[in-house]
């Protein structure tokens, strides 16, 4: 089981805004650890695509945004196109337990 | 560009070892602490261990410590992970990871990761 919670699955049409959430807990986002977004796509390593909460990386689309608030993380993808379709994983630190913690993953569909 | 090329990669039965390798490049590899996080079949993301750009601190998960020994030899641009004491659920594609060590952030992303490489751990 993850640190940090995540929905299994999200989906959304061509065109849609999607969001993922990623809950964590007071040792973690709520401490005020920064959270991390990656997308993996298929048979390929984890790409950072937001940093710090609300960063996007050189060369990420303006499509992909992030928040947090409290205890919670959010990434929001607009205008979702196929290209998007991925597995999605928040990231951040649980000074409780002294290590990195990611969550369970979140893989996005595009009907 | 920021190349990691891991290695080392097996077939092992349980209880044995193995040792995975990770070769850095394109940036100054002496100045960044480096992750090793793995992923089961399947499954999602799990972070394994850390060194610090000096060597001089390292920190692991519950789940390998007192198994696994994360090192460097930045004279080698290499990052390193002894795998001891290997078990059926060790079974995964372990990642060599650069973490950003921007020192803005209260925790730094991993920036760069290497194209994994697989461990089976199976009699």
């Known amino acids: 089981q993850s640190v940090l919670t995540q929905p299994p699955s999200v989906s959304g049409a061509p065109g849609q805004r999607v969001t993922i959430s990623c809950t964590g807990s007071?040792?973690?986002?709520?401490?005020?650890?920064?959270v991390h977004w990656y997308q993996q796509l298929p048979r390929t390593a984890p790409k950072l695509v937001i940093y710090?909460?609300?960063n996007r990386p050189s060369g990420v689309p303006d499509r992909f945004s992030g928040s947090q608030s409290g205890t919670s993380a959010s990434l929001a993808i607009t205008g979702l196109q196929a290209e998007d379709e991925a597995d999605y994983y928040c990231q951040s630190y649980d000074s409780s337990l002294s290590a990195w913690v990611f969550g369970g993953g979140t893989k996005l569909t595009v009907l | 560009q920021v190349q990691l090329v891991e290695s080392g990669r097996g077939v092992v039965q349980p209880g044995r070892s193995l040792r995975l390798s990770c070769a850095a490049s394109?940036?100054?590899?002496?100045?960044?602490?480096m992750h090793w996080v793995r992923q089961a079949p399947g499954k999602g993301l799990e972070w394994v261990a850390v060194?610090?750009?000096?060597?001089?601190?390292?920190y692991y998960a519950d789940s390998v410590k007192g198994r696994f020994t994360i090192s460097r030899d930045n004279s080698k641009n290499t990052l390193y992970l002894q795998m001891n004491s290997l078990r059926a659920d060790d079974t995964a594609v372990y990642y060599c990871?650069?973490?950003?060590?921007?020192?803005?952030?209260?925790?730094?992303?991993?920036?760069?990761w290497g194209q994994g490489t697989l461990v089976t751990v199976s009699s």
């Open positions: 990871v650069k973490e950003e060590n921007s020192g803005y952030y209260s925790v730094d992303p991993f920036d760069y």
């Open positions: 007071s040792s973690d986002i709520g401490a005020g650890y920064d």
């Open positions: 394109g940036f100054t590899f002496s100045s960044y602490d």
């Open positions: 710090a909460n609300n």
């Open positions: 060194i610090s750009y000096d060597g001089s601190k390292k």
